[in-house]
């Protein structure tokens, strides 16, 4: 019985019925408990599932069993990440690689793994052993690419792209990473060539939308605005067709949260507690990369990227007390609050090993000022505006991950940007102190004034490296802007002119929110 219900479960792998591998192998393992080949399966089928926790716990036991398994600790290595124990993740990715040294997989994991801790040489010595060790290993290939654009080497990114096209002409992974380096342009024979990767019959969604985008670039390099808009409007229908995205949610949302942070919020128990943090709070496209490069040029200030911690702790707490986001909180006490404050500079910790400050530019942290401000009272925030039409666009204008749905309407996205905007101005007021308004137009048409003042905010010393900013080597994992943050200050980046009455509706929909002003 045991060994049909695996059989079972090995065509419901087949079929990508993971729901139905996971009833099927519990089967198995109430008739034969811990049997090793039904609790490995059982953890990738819970893995595929989301359920990162469990598969931890399925791919321990079976390790017991088989330690010296290299998938094995591949496997449990990636769970381990996703369930947010990198360093225990990292543990047996290097374990996976030392008992299997030929394995392009394992050095291609482990590689991923780094990269995504920004441990970036690292990463990039372990993808490169995997292209050695396999030269058809396309996914290590893509990464290395990625890996060297967030560290600067644009050209050798550039380079790894072409070769994966080289051997792949339609890769869509290929052409999405080249156009993302922004600072390349296509020329028409790749706009041709897009074209015909675009034609081919059963692309699956993902890749429809990849090359799509990676096509409108080209045919704004050519000059085509118009048609390079229709392209940028068929990928976002795609895409919103897979994402979820709740306009009229996230706008009660946004009332909700300003609702309960007007209301009195404890004292701090310590006044001092988060000094270290500098929260960058911005819309994507508007210029927090370029604001975070700036002040991580500075001696006392490290770039830690989109970091997910305080999104991860409200979260928690959000868990642990059972109730929605914000309604829980005019019960926090300022324990409450200077607990969760501790337990954010303690998962940050990594950021200050080197320098006493850092930046946290979480792309979802303008919803979580006001929480930000009672667990750390002395973190400073920047939130960094761009005109409203430019912001818009640019979002419309790239690719996002699931997890941006507001991007793929661009009515939806001028309510994103409205309520951004609504809420922000009542963090300033709410905090004029501690929040400071930085316009991306005005630091980019006067760049010392502007980076004087918000050292000054932050209180920094000048620091000549600050406006020499594109001469900082770090690692900067937004791939769109990673090759824009090491060029000089650049004035010439609108473009919503060049789409003329395509914009026409955003704009009227941002003067009548009171966000744009009128022509």
């Known amino acids: ?75 449990l290595g990636i769970a381990l990440f996703e369930s947010g124990e990198p360093d225990a993740g990292l543990r047996h990715l290097r374990r996976a690689c030392e008992l299997a040294p030929g394995s392009a997989s394992a050095w291609f994991n482990l590689g991923e793994a780094l990269g995504r801790e920004a441990l970036s040489q690292d990463a990039i010595a372990a993808l490169r052993h995997a292209v050695e060790l396999d030269s058809t290993h396309v996914s290590a290939r893509l990464s290395l690419a990625r890996i060297l654009a967030s560290v600067g080497q644009i050209d050798a990114a550039f380079a790894g792209y072409r070769e994966v096209l080289r051997r792949d002409p339609g ?23 897009l074209q015909r990767a675009l034609a081919r019959p059963g692309l699956p969604p993902r890749d429809f939308e990849l090359l799509s985008f990676s096509f409108a670039k080209a045919l704004e390099d050519q000059g085509d605005h118009a048609q ?15 994402v979820r995205w709740n306009a009229a949610g996230e706008h009660r ?34 210029g927090s990369t370029l604001v975070e490069q700036i002040l991580a040029s500075h001696p006392l200030v490290e770039g830690a990227n989109e970091i997910k911690d305080m999104t991860e702790v409200i979260d928690a707490e ?18 409450d609050w200077q ?23 979480s792309l979802v942290s303008w919803y979580l000022v006001g929480a930000a401000m009672a667990m750390l009272p002395a973190a400073r925030a920047v939130v960094v505006r761009r005109d409203p039409v430019e912001t818009c666009l640019a979002c419309f204008r790239q690719c996002f991950s699931e997890r941006s749905g507001f991007a793929c309407d661009l ?32 630091l980019v048409a006067e760049p010392e004034p502007a980076i004087r003042g918000l050292l000054d905010f932050c209180g920094l010393e000048f620091d000549p490296a600050c406006l020499d900013f594109h001469k900082t080597a770090r690692t900067v994992q937004s791939l769109p802007s990673a090759a824009q943050v090491r060029q000089p200050m650049r004035r010439d980046t609108a473009r919503s002119a060049r789409y003329g009455d395509k914009l026409d509706r955003l704009r009227q929909r941002l003067r009548d929110a009171g966000v744009l002003p009128e022509s």
């Open 171 to 193: 890769n869509a992974e290929g052409w999405f990473g080249l156009s993302n380096l922004n600072t390349a342009r296509f020329d028409a024979a790749d706009a041709a060539s």
């Open 339 to 361: 607990r969760l404050g501790q337990e954010y500079l303690a998962r940050t910790a990594r950021w200050r090993k080197t320098r006493p400050r850092f930046t946290d530019k």
């Open 228 to 242: 390079a808009f229709e392209v940028f409007r068929g990928a976002n229908a795609s895409r919103r067709k897979r």
């Open 318 to 335: 959000t868990k642990r007390r059972q109730s929605a986001f914000p309604l829980w909180v005019p019960d926090a006490t300022a324990l």
């Open 1 to 75: 019985m045991a060994t049909r219900m695996l059989a079972r479960a090995r065509q419901e792998w087949q079929q990508r019925r993971f729901d139905a591998v996971e009833q099927s192998l519990a089967n198995v393992l109430a008739l034969a408990p811990g049997e090793p080949e039904a609790m490995r399966m059982l953890g990738m089928a819970a893995q595929r599932n989301g359920k990162h926790a469990k598969a931890v716990d399925c791919f321990r036991q079976v390790l017991g069993v088989w330690p010296d398994d290299s998938d094995l600790h591949v496997c």
């Open 411 to 442: 009515d939806e996205m001028a309510d994103y940007c409205i309520d951004f905007l609504r809420l922000t101005r009542f963090w300033q007021n709410q905090y004029p102190d501690r929040v400071f308004d930085l316009s991306y137009e005005t």
């Open 253 to 286: 949302r946004v009332e909700a949260i300003e609702r309960v942070f007007a209301g009195h919020m404890p004292a701090p128990q310590d006044a001092q507690l988060g000094s270290e943090a500098i929260l960058i709070v911005s819309i994507p496209r508007s």
